[in-house]
T-cell receptor, first 115, second 117 residues
Framework: KNQVEQSPQSLIILEGKNCTLQCNYTVSPFSNLRWYKQDTGRGPVSLTIMTFSENTKSNGRYTATLDADTKQSSLHITASQLSDSASYICVVSLLFSGGYNKLIFGAGTRLAVHP | GAVVSQHPSRVICKSGTSVKIECRSLDFQATTMFWYRQFPKQSLMLMATSNEGSKATYEQGVEKDKFLINHASLTLSTLTVTSAHPEDSSFYIC?????????????FGNGTRLTVT
């Protein structure tokens, strides 16, 4: 069964600290893995997109890693800010024949950054 | 960057009425648009995939006669919740892609909060 599992479910950290969010998936055949940030009451915003050949990708203070062999990804946030408080969603793309993709969403990690 | 506009952002309607939600790609042509529903503290659940010029593909368990999708042009898709009931109250989000395949970026609207009284 194609699934995406994220951990932890929620996380509280102090401003300025680093944190790492985890994503494990069982999606096959794999096309790409995406991390999104979703503020409360808003649509998700893309942070990174990685194909199976990419091990790491950065976007400012966000760094995503991908291990296609173990089917694990992580999102590392450096020097957290209050504005980082949001849900972080891991999305894995399932590749169909003809190049069509279907997205499998994780349940998200709710991050709260406290002053 | 690519922008997807969703309207309205909030809507309150009475039970039994219909509500239309619009999703527009403002600066690109979207061959494919997706509609999602999100309940509190849960992730997005795909409802249907809409390709311009063809019928929408609905996910299992989603009633196509209740959630009408029209992808009228390369920049506009609409979701109509027909005969809404309180259990339809949710956060509805659309997303759009320029291409059907590969690693095309997916751009999300800011969602519509539907409350059915």
């Amino acid at each position: 069964k194609n699934q995406v599992e994220q951990s932890p479910q929620s996380l509280i950290i102090l401003e300025g600290k680093n944190c790492t969010l985890q994503c494990n998936y069982t999606v096959s055949p794999f096309s790409n893995l995406r991390w999104y940030k979703q503020d409360t009451g808003r649509g998700p915003v893309s942070l990174t997109i990685m194909t199976f050949s990419e091990n790491t990708k950065s976007n400012g203070r966000y760094t995503a890693t991908l291990d296609a062999d173990t089917k694990q990804s992580s999102l590392h946030i450096t020097a957290s800010q209050l504005s980082d408080s949001a849900s972080y969603i891991c999305v894995v793309s399932l590749l169909f024949s003809g190049g069509y993709n279907k997205l499998i969403f994780g349940a998200g990690t709710r991050l709260a950054v406290h002053p | 960057g690519a922008v997807v506009s969703q309207h309205p952002s909030r809507v309150i309607c009475k039970s039994g009425t219909s509500v239309k939600i619009e999703c527009r790609s403002l600066d690109f042509q979207a061959t494919t648009m997706f509609w999602y529903r999100q309940f509190p503290k849960q992730s997005l659940m795909l409802m249907a995939t809409s390709n311009e010029g063809s019928k929408a593909t609905y996910e299992q368990g989603v009633e196509k006669d209740k959630f009408l999708i029209n992808h009228a042009s390369l920049t506009l898709s609409t979701l109509t919740v027909t005969s809404a009931h309180p259990e339809d109250s949710s956060f509805y989000i659309c997303s759009a892609s320029q291409k059907r395949e590969g690693n095309s970026p997916l751009h999300f609207g800011n969602g519509t909060r539907l409350t059915v009284t």
